[in-house]
């Protein structure tokens, strides 16, 4: 998008399309969850080889649904989830042919600042305050989409030296940092509950 990279330990041209294609690096956050961040961010790439291109946000908003989840279940299926998954990658692209005219840079090109940044993307389907504020932190720091107050509106994610998302990584140190940062916050919820 603007020479920032992302080098998550994926297929090298799987983190190309996520550097030049907003929709795959949205598509990523969207998959995030329930799988590792490799197999979330690298099934974009997935999903354009079967297409035969990259995909495209109103291309998949109008998709059969039927044949979406035959794409999304195809072994290896892009996702734990492959039915529910393919929906919610439908939901978020009408959302964005809604109102991003079908693109997904839209979704932050003219943010006023962090906070509608924030609210932009929590009003996607699927993203609760704290995927939307990893998003956010995604794009601040490996892409350059920096309105005022982005750091404050992702919150602890935002922190220059943190270790506690997608956002953070840019090696296999980083990564295993991440790793026992959610490791640990898991090990504290457990705890919690008793």
């Known amino acids: 998008m603007d020479g920032m990279t992302v080098s998550l330990p994926i297929d090298p041209e799987a983190n190309r399309l996520l550097e030049r294609s907003p929709l795959a690096l949205l598509l990523g956050m969207v998959l995030d969850q329930q799988v590792p961040m490799e197999k979330a961010f690298s099934s974009p790439y997935v999903l354009a ?3 035969g291109h990259e995909p495209d946000a109103r291309e ?3 998709y059969d649904p ?3 989840v035959a794409v999304f279940a195809r072994p ?6 492959p039915k529910a998954m393919a929906a919610r990658v439908q939901e978020v692209c009408r959302t964005l042919v809604d109102r991003y005219d079908g693109d997904a840079a839209r ?3 003219d943010a006023a ?4 940044l924030l609210a932009r993307i929590a009003g996607l389907p699927g993203f609760g305050r704290q995927k939307a504020q990893i998003f956010l932190a995604l794009l601040g720091k490996r892409f350059g989409v920096t309105p005022d107050g982005w750091r404050e509106a992702a919150g602890g994610y935002g922190d220059a030296d943190a270790y506690r998302s997608v956002a953070d990584v840019t090696d296999p140190e980083s990564l295993r940092r991440v790793r026992e940062y959610k490791q ?6 457990k705890a919690a509950k008793g």
Request: aromatic share 8%.
């Open 107 to 109: 979704l932050w090109a």
């Open 76 to 81: 290896p299926a892009l996702h734990r989830f």
């Open 49 to 51: 080889q079967r297409l």
């Open 60 to 62: 998949l908003a109008g």
């Open 184 to 189: 640990r916050m898991k090990a504290e919820a």
């Open 66 to 68: 039927d044949e979406l």
């Open 113 to 116: 600042d962090g906070r509608e």
